[in-house]
């Protein structure tokens, strides 16, 4: 049986409609969780919405519905974002499920069973828009005289009976799990991040709300409703059906990795372990906390008026391309710009003019000069291996090397200069010349440049799914013959050959992007 992989991304908190950061840790994570079915792994992929707390009941009331309308309208638009961004989840989770109270409860329950869970009475600066608690040494000051989060949002002191979590009885035991398990919060900055905050000391955590009731009733107490980040940070264990030992949670848990934004590391990385040490369940086994993404190197905002639907940039450019960008041009967890501009110049570079190209002149040729028939044998010299050899070092080693490492950009790179790599054999081997002078030659020639392809497209199947899966189909290449794995079979290309496959004239597959006239 396959090996388990279970990822997530930080489900999406609907109080206003998707942005391109939603999208883009779908996209990331979705690359991610088609690379390892690729490499033979049996992946769970969950993603969904947190859909309580104090910011969605204010927008809620703002607008004059209730809650749950609007947490019904809001996850709807992230579901469909999904849907059309090409995002493989297994699950979908909303945070409002019946089984996600069960499960968010069980949790609870087992927290308090330990002893880390106390009445109290909550005083301090709370951020509504982070939903976070702060301590006062961490707010700044604003010229207005406010006082803002460390995230620039606006805090106010509340006061309030509450439940609390002991956090501070897990300030050392977290510690001791982040000295063994160096690769636990990820990219390095994060971790030492995360470290600094933890050595600085732990106060304990108000986890309840009394105050409005849009959440989780916490058990034997339902004057008060969890603190949403329990209740969100749970559904981690839901999606794999939590508290019961189903096969799916035998199977998958811990979590193999969780892809969050850096701006929420340290629920991710601090209070979820200390939620689970004190449940005794299992940690995940990595936390990944991604970059921003800014517009023209500027945070996007509504006073900026630069805050773009992602799907209005989908219908612009196209899903594959603009997973292509995010995926090339973003180091992964680092923060990444974009513009309409640097999308259209990107895309034509790699995808228009390289491989695209590649595919496209190569296949016509051989629809037109070869009856479709796909070449085999020939006259084969030196460049021939040396090419094969170049992509076989990108597609079999390199790519899925970094992508293993979340390395996607570097991962993406290493599969350009195989493509770079065609392009330059074929300007210098000249197949519409030997077709005249070398017949022998130009069979060789195009079938080594098929191969290349064939594995070029497979390799890149995590990044642009729909294009790279619509040339292995003109191409007759068989969906179990996809894989990472079915690289390494050097006679596939031949049997495919001998197959009597008919190759078609083919479309382009890349068109080349014009800038839209607005975006």
Not at 271 to 284: C, I, N, R
Request: hydrophobic share 40%.
């Amino acid at each position: 049986m396959a090996d388990p992989f279970y990822i997530t991304t930080a489900i999406n908190y609907p109080n206003g409609r998707p942005h391109i950061g939603h999208a883009y840790e779908a996209i990331a994570t979705d690359a991610i969780a088609r690379f390892q079915r690729l490499m033979g792994r049996d992946v769970f992929f969950l993603t969904g919405t947190d859909e309580h707390g104090l910011k969605m009941a204010q927008t809620a009331r703002n607008r004059g519905v209730e809650p749950a309308a609007l947490a019904e309208e809001m996850s709807s638009y992230f579901r469909e974002m999904d849907q059309r961004l090409n995002i493989s989840c297994d699950r979908f989770i909303r945070t409002t499920e019946a089984e996600h109270h069960r499960a968010s409860q069980a949790i609870w329950q087992a927290m308090a069973d330990a002893g880390d869970i106390y009445l109290g009475r909550y005083e301090g600066w709370y951020s509504v828009r982070d939903e976070a608690y702060y301590d006062e040494k961490e707010l700044v000051t604003a010229d207005s005289g406010e006082k803002l989060s460390p995230q620039g949002t606006l805090v106010e002191w509340t006061v309030e009976e509450s439940w609390f979590f002991r956090l501070s009885k897990y300030q050392e035991p977290l510690l001791r799990h982040y000295e063994a398990n160096p690769d636990f919060i990820r990219p390095e900055a994060r971790r030492n991040e995360v470290m600094r905050f933890v050595e600085g000391g732990l106060s304990d955590l108000s986890i309840s709300r009394s105050s409005f009731d849009w959440g989780v009733k916490v058990p034997g107490d339902e004057r008060h409703v969890m603190y949403v980040w329990v209740d969100a940070l749970t559904n981690y264990l839901t999606g794999v059906g939590y508290p019961e030992e189903t096969e799916a949670y035998k199977r998958y848990w811990p979590a193999d990795i969780h892809i969050i934004g850096k701006d929420i590391i340290r629920f991710h990385a601090v209070y979820w372990p200390a939620f689970l040490m004190s449940a005794k369940l299992p940690l995940p086994r990595q936390v990944f906390g991604h970059g921003f993404i800014l517009h023209r190197g500027e945070k996007m905002s509504k006073s900026l008026g630069n805050v773009i639907d992602p799907l209005d940039l989908a219908s612009a450019f196209g899903v594959d391309q603009l997973r292509y960008y995010l995926l090339r041009e973003v180091t992964f967890g680092q923060d990444g710009s974009y513009s309409a501009e640097a999308i259209v110049a990107k895309v034509n570079a790699d995808l228009a003019n390289s491989f695209g190209n590649l595919a496209q002149r190569t296949l016509s040729f051989i629809a037109k000069n070869c009856d479709g028939i796909l070449p085999s044998g020939g006259k084969k010299e030196a460049a021939d291996t040396e090419l094969l050899a170049t992509v076989t070092e990108a597609t079999r080693i390199d790519m899925p090397r970094h992508f293993e490492d979340l390395a996607l950009s570097h991962g993406i790179e290493a599969w350009l200069k195989a493509v770079f790599a065609c392009n330059q054999y074929i300007d210098a081997q000249a197949p519409w010349a030997l077709r005249k002078t070398d017949p022998e030659r130009m069979t060789a020639v195009l079938g080594t440049l098929v191969r290349a392809i064939i594995d070029l497209a497979i390799a890149i199947q995590p990044v642009i799914p729909e294009s790279a899966g619509r040339l292995l189909d003109h191409l007759g290449i068989a969906e179990d013959e996809r894989s990472y794995a079915a690289l390494a079979d050097d006679g596939r290309y031949d049997r495919h050959a001998a197959s009597g496959f008919i190759l078609a004239l083919p479309s382009p597959i890349f068109p080349r992007l014009d800038m839209p006239a607005e975006v």
